[in-house]
């Protein structure tokens, strides 16, 4: 199965740097699903959760003030805060 | 003369109990030069991705004009100012303070032209006490901020642009050119500049693409313009803490390198004045032997 690198940036730093298979969030007009070679897009992301697909396996990201910006082959999540699943920080 | 070389010796002690002191602090410094280094580091992908975006959208949405983009008439000016808590860094808070003044003098006939947000303790108590007027202030900065930390002063700093309390914006602070040279600056943060954007087209034009917008360019323009600001104060925030440490670390440094200096003439001094002590003492053994001869 084809992969993108999703990056999730906080002002701090890189949190989040991988391949993954498949990136699903509330954008700005409602849930979207981005798969590989997505047609590129820019939103803000509404609601907390991003939820990624990684080796066939959900995670849950937690994010904050987030912004999603979507290339072919990259997705780029700008967010004030990040938490990734087991990692409390905050 | 006895009295005098206690003197010295004491004055010896105190001299290498205080390099003692300043040279840890110069290590202390150095380490969190590091540090602070990396993290002005790490926060550059966020306002660069960022930048990438805004640039894209602001050249696909020609015709529409943000607040944010445009400049206005000024009425009244509002400043950012960014210092340190703490002292005995040199001439990092002054200087920036003075050139804070001069540019106020300079461009201000009175106190109703201008706004000032403070971070920082020491420019926090200057300002006050000259009873400049003071309307945000941030103090008690870890030496590692977080965005959190400034999150606060950032999004009233911008929120007082839109809401045009004032219709531009400055940020001082100390640019960190190298750990010997830091250097005060002041740049507009907003509105932001045209050229700012442009500047840029080259570099970015190989990350050019198509957006799909959701809901709307300008919508996404309106969010992504006051984050983007908020992210600017932040690196400059991060800049300037590299540099504080930088200049604690040349003014410990030097610190130590005059007790150093004293240390040696006080201990020239001491020598001879035990030397002086021996020859005077042998001198009136020899003078008493030769009186009993």
Redesign the interface.
Known sequence: MSTMVL?I??????VYSEEVEMVITK???GEIGILPRH??????IKGKTVRVKKDGVFETFHVS?G?I?V?SDRV?I?A??AELPGQNE? | MGQSMRDIKRRIRSFEKTRQITKAMKMVAASKLRKAQE?AE??R???E??HD?IV??ARGTKGYNHPMLVSRPVRKTGYLVITSDRGLCGGYNSNLLRKLQATLHERHQSQDEYVIFVIGRKGRDFLKRRGLPVIGEVTGLSDSP???DV?EIAKQAVQFYADEKFDELFILYNEFINPIIQRPVEKRLLPLTGEELRDSEGTAAGAT???????SPE??LD??LP?YA??LI??ALLEGKASEFAAKMNAMSNATDNATELIEKLTLEFNRARQAAITQEIAEIVGGASAQG
């Open positions: 990056d940036v906080t002002p701090e730093k890189k954008a700005a007009e047609i590129p897009l820019v939103s803000p003030g912004f910006e290339r780029t700008l004030e805060k905050e | 993290q790490s926060s992908p966020y306002a991705k960022m975006v894209n959208v977080k965005f959190a999150h693409a198509v957006y799909e917008y959701e809901p919508a996404v969010v992504l984050r908020e992210a932040y690196s």
